[in-house]
């Protein structure tokens, strides 16, 4: 796992959207798009870079981590909608290969399954974009998500669902269920990358990296996976007891392993 910290929410959001800009440069051609506050900078940088520099993301596909069950996708939140206005809207990915779970249909665990389904049918994701809530959780499996599991049905907790409240009118409009892609789905992406910034999320950081393995901090299932990269602000970082260090690799990485 490389741990990148800089100082601020902006800095952040630019090395975040090199990780993806490279990943697309080698190769690769699906993207894991998340949604929530933590990945707005790295949106508004590649929409800078698009409408200022060129950028096209026309050949990529995309996938969404998770979604809201019993909103319909003309929702202003549900994450299909969400997720174009934040970002699709303004480049040129077609808006046709961007995919999602199906919130609506009647038989939502069977919609769960036919989204794990698909994602491998259309060869997998190249490099996953996540945030993480301050119980630790990513996507939304919630603490205690096996962490092996596969795209499904979650409840979610009080905590997540007065976190997202103020994307709604009040926390009576915040839906109780998910579907979202499980920590196993997430784990067969070949990069991940999380984003955190903040002092609220510096315990949620710490406990993912430094912590134990343990389904009680989903995140930290990142410390099994060979690529990933974890972007945080120094107020994300406040807690973690090796920062110098991460600092130290950072700045003495051999040009081949480094991020710009």
Known sequence: MEIVILPTEQQCGVVAADVITDAIAAGGTTLGLATGSSP???????????????????????????????LPAAHPESYARVIRRELIDHVDIDSDRVYGPDGMSEDICAAAQRYDTDIAARGSIDIQLLGIGV????????????????????????????????????IEQVPRHVITQGL???????????IATGSHKAAAIAAAVEGPLSAGCPASVLQLHPHATVVIDDAAAAGLANADFYRYVREHKPDMQRIR
């Open 40 to 70: 707005l900078f790295v949106y508004s940088e590649l929409i800078r870079r698009h409408r200022d520099d060129g950028y096209s993301f026309a050949a990529l596909q995309a996938f969404l981590l998770d979604e809201y069950v019993g």
């Open 135 to 170: 119980n630790g959780h990513i996507g939304f499996n919630e603490p205690t998500s096996a962490l092996l599991s596969r795209t499904r049905v979650k409840t979610l907790s009080e905590q997540t669902r007065t976190d997202n409240a103020r994307f709604f009118d009040d």
């Open 184 to 194: 196993g789905t997430i784990c067969e992406t070949k990069q991940l990358l999380l």
